[in-house]
C-alpha cells in the first residue's frame, strides 16, 4: 500500500545512486543510467499537489500528466485549475494524459494538440509534453513514435 512516508524513502534512496532528471534533459544527459519522475494524475489532483508538495522538499521536481477527460476528476474546474497552476509554480512540469481513440496518424497529432491548448488556455503556460493512458481502446499506440510540434 503506498505512503507518503515510503515515498520519501524511496526517493531519498534514489537520489543516493541515480541522478533524477526531466525528459527534456535525456537526450543530452551523458550518464547512461538515471531516473526520471512522473505522475499520471488518475483521481486525485488534491493528492497530486500533496506529492508535488512533498517532492519540492525532497528536493526533487517531476512531470504530473493531467487528463482533460477523465471520469473522477474536472481538469477545468477552478479549484484543480488553482491545484494545478501551483503544481507548476512549484518547479514541476505539466504535461497532457489521455487515451486517444482508435485514429490515423495525422488526425491523432491534432487530437493531442487541440487538448494540448485547451489545457494551455485554462491553466495559462505552455505544456510542452504528454503520455498515453492505459491505451486499452487502441493498444497499438504505445508502440507508434508520435511527435508533436
Known sequence: MFS????????????QYLPIVDFS???????KIFCIL????????????????LEIDLGVTS?????????TY??????????IQEIKKLGHH?????NPPL?????????????????EHYYDFEVDRFAFHRCGSNPGILEKYVEVP
Do not use: C, W
Not at 534533459?25 to 550518464?31: F, L
Not at 505539466?94 to 489521455?98: A, K, P, S, T
Open 4 to 15: 507518503y512516508s515510503e515515498y520519501k524513502n524511496i526517493i531519498t534512496l534514489v537520489k
Open 25 to 31: 534533459d535525456v537526450i543530452n544527459y551523458d550518464p
Open 63 to 71: 512531470t504530473y500528466t493531467v487528463q482533460l477527460r477523465n471520469n
Open 74 to 83: 474536472n481538469a477545468l474546474s477552478q479549484k484543480n485549475i488553482e491545484a
Open 103 to 119: 485514429m490515423p496518424d495525422d488526425e491523432l497529432i491534432d487530437y493531442i494538440m487541440k487538448d494540448i491548448e485547451t489545457l
Open 94 to 98: 505539466i504535461g497532457l494524459h489521455q
Open 38 to 53: 512522473r505522475h499520471d494524475i488518475e483521481f486525485s489532483v488534491d493528492r497530486a499537489l500533496k506529492m508535488a508538495r
